[in-house]
């Protein structure tokens, strides 16, 4: 079993930069890969990036390349979203989560998820 708790999300402005982090309990954290996922109301969520349980392999929705990144500390069970140049486009409720396969978009094949974070993006 994995708890996830995610954490700063919040306002900023466009251009701005926004780092999230994911903490996750239990010592079999560095056994799963993690992934970040995004939802707006009525929405369908969404795959934004993900990285392999060693952090060697990593995987981005095209929308984010190049502007979000996904690193990961497994001593300190934490995987963070850093997100740079920012738009209003990526305002979003941000979910991690937990699962057994690196790099997979479908949302059926994490295990685990965390209650989201809101980051807002004003223009």
């Known amino acids: 079993q994995v708890q996830l708790v995610e954490s700063g999300g919040g306002l900023v402005q466009a251009g701005g930069s926004l780092r999230l982090s994911c903490a996750a309990s239990?010592?079999?954290?560095?056994?799963?890969?993690m992934g970040w996922f995004r939802q707006a109301p009525g929405k369908e969520r969404e795959f934004v990036t993900a990285?392999?349980?060693?952090?060697?392999?990593?995987y981005y929705a095209d929308s984010v390349k190049g502007r979000f990144t996904i690193p990961r500390d497994n001593a300190k069970l934490t995987v963070y979203l850093q997100m740079n140049s920012l738009k209003p486009e990526d305002t979003d409720v941000y979910y991690c989560?937990?699962?057994?396969?690196?790099?997979?978009?479908?949302?059926?094949?994490?295990?685990?998820w965390g209650q989201g974070t809101q980051v807002t993006v004003s223009s």
């Open positions: 990285i392999s349980w060693g952090g060697s392999s990593t």
């Open positions: 989560a937990a699962g057994l396969r690196a790099g997979t978009t479908r949302l059926t094949e994490y295990l685990y």
């Open positions: 239990g010592r079999t954290f560095s056994s799963y890969a």
